[in-house]
């Protein structure tokens, strides 16, 4: 069996497809770096899902075992991580969380950060946020962002590729954050820059993640109220290490 063809998220062979990816990237040609070529490219090798997500309203292309990715090599894998083609269980908590209560965005200026496949930004706009921009310091994700809009009839959010975690804080009413707490450091570096955001523009924050060891152990989560919990479908639980529920989290450095 080839790599992709054990890949699922979260799992142990995501991890092992990502290693071998970082392996051959540099070796790898220039032939599919426009857009109009990546967006050809997720074309022929991503599916429309969303069915048996906790959002079944958004329409996502994401990777399936239809998908020819799912069993080739990962060394002909022509980009960056594919993070952007698993809709992870953190975000699918965030966007339902937004679905369900809409007034959270609506005529805010919201900030998906982390954004993969746009789900979250995607939720944003559906809940009538007045200004929308995703930020994925990959460029594929951007492209996958944009296409995830268009299936879903909405104009494209604003695509950000540069790295926002330790810039000076924007004029975000709401910063939103899926499945961003997976490594410490990662975590570490985020805690300090959204401390930052809450205390000079009073930004609102919402986290969602399905209970990551590097997130239930961080300094972070002692700062964090609790909104929303919600059980995690069948095929999600399976492909996620038996975890049962995601949740929706607000930071309250006052706590």
Same mark, same amino acid.
């Given at each position: 069996?080839?790599?992709?063809?054990?890949?699922?998220?979260?799992?142990?062979?995501?991890?092992?497809?990502?290693?071998?990816?970082?392996?051959?990237?540099?070796?790898?040609?220039?032939?599919?770096?426009?857009?109009?070529?990546?967006?050809?490219?997720?074309?022929?090798?991503?599916?429309?899902?969303?069915?048996?997500?906790?959002?079944?309203?958004?329409?996502?292309?994401?990777?399936?075992?239809?998908?020819?990715?799912?069993?080739?090599?990962?060394?002909?894998?022509?980009?960056?991580?594919?993070?952007?083609?698993?809709?992870?269980?953190?975000?699918? +908590? /965030?966007?339902?969380? #937004?679905?369900?209560?809409?007034?959270? =965005?609506?005529?805010?200026?919201?900030?998906?950060?982390?954004? %993969?496949?746009?789900?979250?930004?995607?939720?944003?706009?559906?809940?009538?946020?007045?200004?929308?921009?995703?930020?994925?310091?990959?460029?594929?994700?951007?492209?996958?962002?944009?296409?995830?809009?268009?299936?879903?009839?909405?104009?494209?959010?604003?695509?950000?590729?540069?790295?926002?975690?330790?810039?000076?804080?924007?004029?975000?009413?709401?910063?939103?954050?899926?499945?961003?707490?997976?490594?410490? +450091? /990662?975590?570490?570096? #985020?805690?300090?820059?959204?401390?930052? =955001?809450?205390?000079?523009?009073?930004?609102?924050?919402?986290? %969602?993640?399905?209970?990551?060891?590097?997130?239930?152990?961080?300094?972070?989560?002692?700062?964090?109220?609790?909104?929303?919990?919600?059980?995690?479908?069948?095929?999600?639980?399976?492909?996620?290490?038996?975890?049962?529920?995601?949740?929706?989290?607000?930071?309250?450095?006052?706590?």
């Amino acid at each position: 069996m080839t790599m992709f063809g054990l890949l699922t998220p979260q799992s142990r062979y995501f991890k092992v497809f990502i290693k071998a990816c970082r392996q051959t990237r540099r070796t790898r040609c220039s032939s599919v770096s426009s857009e109009l070529n990546i967006r050809s490219f997720i074309v022929e090798n991503t599916e429309v899902v969303g069915e048996q997500s906790l959002t079944p309203e958004i329409k996502l292309r994401l990777f399936t075992p239809n998908c020819r990715f799912w069993r080739e090599r990962p060394e002909h894998w022509p980009f960056d991580d594919p993070y952007w083609a698993i809709y992870w269980p953190g975000g699918q +908590a /965030l966007s339902r969380y #937004l679905l369900d209560n809409p007034a959270v =965005c609506r005529g805010k200026t919201v900030l998906d950060l982390g954004s %993969g496949c746009g789900a979250s930004a995607i939720a944003a706009k559906l809940c009538g946020a007045a200004h929308v921009v995703a930020n994925d310091i990959d460029t594929v994700a951007a492209v996958a962002t944009h296409m995830n809009c268009e299936l879903n009839g909405l104009e494209p959010a604003v695509c950000l590729s540069n790295n926002m975690i330790g810039s000076q804080p924007g004029a975000f009413d709401l910063i939103l954050l899926g499945d961003m707490f997976y490594e410490e +450091a /990662l975590a570490t570096s #985020l805690h300090s820059w959204l401390d930052r =955001c809450i205390r000079t523009r009073g930004t609102k924050v919402l986290i %969602g993640d399905p209970g990551r060891a590097q997130f239930e152990e961080h300094g972070i989560r002692r700062l964090l109220r609790q909104l929303a919990q919600f059980e995690l479908p069948a095929c999600v639980r399976e492909e996620n290490y038996g975890l049962t529920c995601s949740r929706v989290w607000c930071y309250r450095p006052e706590l």
